[in-house]
């Protein structure tokens, strides 16, 4: 094997050294070594030749070495199509590419592995480095303490099936841990999805101490109106529900700095879970919604932490909560039927059986549909007469909760036939 430059240098002193041209400390101070290690060098050269300027693993491969066999396979995985033929991993950055070979394919690399041998096939994490902005300085505030002391909440619209239509995560996160609680996915953020996620929180870890949530008018109300309960006032139906009801404090965050974990988090999500979402061939949103809490749980794997105590600050619900936890967590509308029993919403026709000329208050909820309850606590079922389908008054996510109740089996019971045109 040649020798290198370095290693000839190397050579030329110790041959200086063996023939007496130079002493063993003028060859020590010349390459850099003591002048044991010279001594020695002068003995193996004798015996072995030029081999002892030569290390002994020059020419091998390490032990941790990459198999050919692994990196086909990897590549084969980052190019690999779903059953509606899309590209899995193409907007899947490098570290959750990684992690998702590590958990769902059995190989196990490190990230810079990953991430140095896509590179040399051509491959670009599509996580882009923008260039930095002036920064405004937002000091850190330091995580609560316990289980439950304080949840998050926001909900972020994007793209999620890359089929260029957007929906809305509704999302709860923990202030201690970073664990997401719950998230639920509808087309827009509304009431319908928060009241959701806290559904799902209630039955799985019970009530927390505080929500800290945006400026939306969904949470506040900043027209005061009532002088004696500004308190009451400034909060939405929403927001009344969650204080006055179950005791949890509505902290309001006045800049996005300020709930700064669940902004990262839906920074993380977007990248995230399109991959898993395209993994798993989901495509529709009630299948998303299914597959949620399972990603609840693989995130929580990969970034949660333990909180700074051991104690939870959760408190289960009691009979009564539960017994009543759909007229709690829906949303309420007044009405007042006519001698028909009907009324009106967003100008569609709704019937409430058996409550003529009686003001009824109206649930609507996305696990319990539509219905009503009397002054006298007596539930009312109701019924949709008739629709406009052009009407732009009715919100989008009420007009999905009115077809999923309504229309999925039949059409509105007294609707027009739909006639062909000739």
Not at 92 to 111: A, P
Not at 184 to 195: L, P, S, W
Not at 314 to 329: G, R, S, T, W, Y
Request: aromatic share 12%; hydrophobic share 35%.
């Amino acid at each position: 094997m040649e020798l290198t430059e370095l290693q000839k240098h190397k050579k030329l002193w110790i041959e200086k050294a063996v023939k007496g041209l130079c002493t063993n400390r003028q060859c020590a101070m010349e390459l850099n070594l003591c002048i044991g290690h010279i001594k020695a060098l002068k003995r193996r050269y004798k015996i072995e030749g030029d081999s002892v300027f030569i290390h002994g693993n020059t020419g091998r491969q390490p032990k941790h070495t990459m198999p050919d066999s692994d990196l086909m396979r990897i590549l084969e995985i980052r190019e690999a199509v779903n059953d509606s033929g899309k590209k899995i991993f193409n907007n899947s950055n490098f570290s959750n590419f990684t992690d998702i070979l590590r958990e769902n394919f059995g190989i196990d690399y490190c990230r810079n592995t990953i991430s140095n041998k896509l590179k040399e096939n051509g491959y670009v994490s599509p996580k882009r480095r923008n260039k930095k902005k002036p920064e405004t300085v937002h000091e850190i505030r330091p995580a609560r303490f316990r289980f439950g002391e304080l949840l998050q909440g926001d909900g972020t619209s994007y793209d999620w099936f890359e089929d260029g239509k957007n929906y809305c995560i509704h999302v709860l996160i923990d202030d201690a841990t970073d664990i997401p609680i719950a998230m639920f996915m509808v087309k827009n953020e509304c009431a319908f999805g928060y009241y959701e996620i806290v559904r799902q929180m209630f039955l799985k870890y019970g009530i927390p101490e505080a929500f800290y949530l945006d400026g939306l008018r969904l949470f506040f109300n900043d027209k005061r109106t009532d002088i004696e309960e500004p308190e009451r006032n400034s909060l939405t139906q929403f927001a009344q529900t969650m204080e006055f009801t179950f005791g949890i404090e509505m902290i309001r965050a006045y800049s996005p700095q300020a709930k700064g974990r669940v902004e990262r988090f839906n920074q993380t999500i977007q990248s995230d879970l399109p991959v898993y979402l395209k993994l798993y061939n989901i495509n529709t949103v009630e299948e998303a919604n299914n597959f949620l809490p399972f990603y609840c749980e693989i995130y929580a794997k990969r970034f949660g932490r333990k909180p700074k105590s051991e104690l939870s600050a959760f408190v289960p619900l009691n009979e009564k909560q539960k017994i009543d936890l759909a007229k709690l967590l829906s949303v309420k509308v007044e009405r007042t039927t006519d001698s028909g029993c009907s009324f009106s919403l967003n100008n569609y026709i709704f019937i409430a059986h058996g409550a003529p000329k009686q003001k009824i208050e109206i649930h609507l909820s996305v696990q319990d549909g539509i219905w009503g309850l009397t002054k006298s606590g007596k539930r009312i079922e109701i019924e949709l007469f008739d629709d406009d389908e052009c009407n732009p008054h009715m919100p989008q996510v009420w007009k999905d909760l009115i077809n999923k109740y309504f229309f999925e089996d039949a059409k509105a019971k007294y609707r027009a036939p739909y006639k062909e045109a000739i």
